[in-house]
């Protein structure tokens, strides 16, 4: 049975991909739209993939990247049907468990460990959602080739 949170984790990947299909459209030639639908296609270019290459391509700090990187393993799950409030399984997911934690709670939240896995969750999605809309839209915002040493004089 697919929970609530589920659902939410399935609706925003398909925002998400849209927006990140469409950064990609607009910044690629006809050439390359042909050779990414193509991929598309033959199934070599999903969702973690296209997640992958946007966060190589957008700068964006390292914070913000390992959300991206969080989120697509959480959507994984959601797609491979696993019980994603399960905590063990959370806690075995190499520091993601604390990451999501450390991230979007503090320490005298008092909730379940299942409370705290779909509020840290909850805020994640709508993270990333925000993450994807902003380094989509105005993706030039966020780089500065000449950035100034205020410690030096």
Known sequence: MITKLEKQVVKSTELIDKMITTYFIKKLGKKE??????????????FNKKVILFCELVHMSSIN???????????NE?????????????????????F???TYLSSEDVLSLQQKLTFAINLLIDDVVKLTK???????????????????S
Request: proline content about 4%; cysteine-free; hydrophobic content about 35%.
């Open 100 to 102: 999501l934690v450390n």
């Open 78 to 98: 959601v797609v491979l049907n696993d019980n994603l409030l399960n905590p063990n399984y959370l806690k075995s997911l190499n520091n993601y468990f604390p």
């Open 33 to 46: 739209i042909k050779i990414i639908n193509s991929l598309i296609d033959l199934g070599k270019f999903d």
């Open 134 to 152: 902003t380094h989509t839209e105005n993706p030039e915002i966020y780089y500065q080739k000449k950035v100034k040493n205020i410690f030096s």
């Open 65 to 75: 990247s390992a959300k991206f990187k969080v989120y697509t393993k959480i959507n």
